[in-house]
């Protein structure tokens, strides 16, 4: 079978479609065909810095795709699956055409989607689920979310829109005001220097920018950005972590039509370089997918 590797860290040349022996799952684990990965920041990252496990690596952590195997749990062959894989930490990415994970990692994927669009949902999904549970934003919370039109920020815009939060945007560019509106944001800002001092219960930051002047005496500023936080009592990072009931909640909304998805571009997983120069150039409205 053909997996996305690499064997030092770069650019996107660095990435090579080659071929790699079929996965042997152990006990517990199920045998996955894939159907569609998709890019995060982290991929990139890892890609071009020195972490993660060690080269050569399959990179990627989001997977949607067939189950081809797998006795003894609550998936059978033909099921279709979504899962959220941690790259870095286990060394089993998933940019590959066949991918064996623990079956704990793994829910039934929304059936009112096309199977390749699930895969937009994992890692966006439970990053957002995680960070907003450590904002406490809940109905009546006043809450900026920076990032709003990206893949976390846009998940969570709903996700806290839906809980009852009245939710903030700011956004890079003016071209993102519309989508951030769309998704359910009641006010869009474009430069930190227009925000308001003061007037939110909780920020959830996933760009990396200081706003804590924005942030209410109290308030709780949650960061997913590689930056250092704020310096600001209560100020904490989210670091996101598998959860198969996450994201089984995740899909569910997806399936009633309560949490869209988003697809900016779709690319074949051997037209991966290709897929990674556009990505890093920026204002994506959606999920950049490697289809397989």
Do not use: C
Request: without cysteine; hydrophobic residues 45%; proline residues 7%.
């Amino acid at each position: 079978m053909r997996a996305v590797q690499i064997d030092r860290h770069g650019g996107p040349e660095v990435l090579t479609v080659r071929e790699v022996p079929e996965p042997v799952p152990e006990a517990g684990e199920i045998l996955i065909r894939s159907t569609a990965s998709s890019l995060n920041p982290v991929d990139w990252k890892t890609r071009a810095w020195d972490i993660g496990p060690g080269l050569p690596a399959t990179l990627g952590w989001d997977l949607a795709g067939v189950v081809i195997a797998g006795g003894g749990t609550a998936f059978r062959p033909g099921d279709h699956v979504i899962a959220m894989s941690a790259q870095i930490a286990t060394g089993r990415g998933t940019w590959a055409e066949q991918v064996s994970l623990p079956a704990g990692l793994l829910a039934k994927a929304p059936t009112t989607v096309p199977l390749a669009d699930a895969a937009a949902l994992p890692l966006a999904g439970v990053t957002a689920v995680q960070a907003l549970d450590k904002a406490a934003a809940t109905s009546g919370t006043r809450l900026l979310i920076i990032g709003a039109a990206g893949a976390v920020g846009g998940i969570a815009v709903q996700l806290a829109s839906r809980a009852g939060a009245v939710v903030d945007a700011l956004v890079s560019r003016p071209g993102h005001h519309e989508e951030a509106r769309a998704l359910g944001t009641d006010q869009v800002w474009h430069t930190p220097a227009d925000l308001p001092a003061g007037a939110y219960d909780a920020v959830l930051d996933t760009a990396g920018l200081d706003v804590s002047r924005a942030l209410a005496p109290g308030g709780r500023y949650v960061s997913i950005a590689d930056h250092p936080l704020p310096d600001v009592p209560g100020a904490v990072k989210s670091y996101v972590q598998e959860d198969q009931e996450q994201l089984a909640h995740l899909a569910s909304l997806v399936e009633r039509g309560e949490l869209r998805l988003r697809v900016a571009n779709r690319y074949p997983f051997h037209q991966v370089r290709a897929a990674h120069e556009r990505f890093e150039a920026g204002g994506n409205l959606g999920k950049f997918l490697l289809t397989f």
